[in-house]
């Protein structure tokens, strides 16, 4: 889906690297939605109590996991708070892990609700385009990919240039090192590591 703007003045170009308040609450909305709908279900399931089929999320574990594996971050999040860039990152990741379509099935009269099972492919596919239109449409220089890991998009000729780098300087050493920083350009991973080192007072371990 393109909104009129995008197909009238293109999209906008990938250069903004810090999530602001109005994007992550559009992030935020998607998550609250999973949620609610039981798309997290698919790794944290309710058990109905008449006969241990599954119908929904459990939130309690989810929240608790989410808790554990992005230390930080509250469940439910504070309307006021704004997390870091990279703790966005790794929430949406954690998300993307967990989420599938839910399908219903048959309908529990008695406690009003349909029991479920999960389409991973479909879940996931739907997760990640609902949170890369958001980050596409404010110019955020990050997205997930189609198996949910954040990733860091570059201004095009400069990822062209990337790709089609190849260091030939004659000296072996100077080559590899210039292909470790090349591939770091795009990486989130070491940048993450880095921010949250440096906010909790921890040296890196590089």
């Not at 989810?62 to 594996?69: D, Y």
């Not at 570059?154 to 080559?175: H, I, M, N, Q, Y």
Request: net charge negative; hydrophobic share 35%; proline share 7%.
């Amino acid at each position: 889906m393109q909104y009129w703007t995008d197909k009238e003045y293109g999209t906008r170009p990938p250069t903004v690297d810090v999530i602001d308040k109005p994007v992550w609450n559009g992030l935020w909305s998607i998550i609250e939605t999973a949620v609610g709908d039981g798309s997290f279900g698919f790794r944290f399931p309710e058990a109905c109590p008449d006969g241990g089929a599954k119908y929904g999320c459990n939130g309690q574990a989810f929240s608790q996991l989410l808790q554990a594996e992005v230390p930080g971050v509250e469940w439910p999040i504070p309307d006021h708070e704004l997390p870091a860039t990279d703790v966005i990152l790794d929430v949406l990741e954690f998300c993307a892990r967990a989420v599938g379509e839910p399908i219903k099935r048959d309908y529990h009269s008695f406690f009003s609700h349909h029991h479920l099972s999960w389409d991973r492919e479909a879940g996931l596919a739907r997760f990640v385009s609902d949170v890369n239109r958001v980050l596409a449409r404010n110019g955020v220089a990050y997205e997930l990919t189609p198996d949910g890991e954040a990733a860091r998009l570059l201004p095009e000729p400069l990822a062209k240039a990337l790709r089609s780098t190849v260091f030939k300087t004659g000296d072996d050493e100077t080559d590899r090192l210039l292909e470790t920083a090349r591939c770091r350009i795009a990486s989130p991973k070491e940048t993450t590591a880095g921010m949250r080192s440096r906010s909790s007072g921890t040296p890196s371990s590089g």
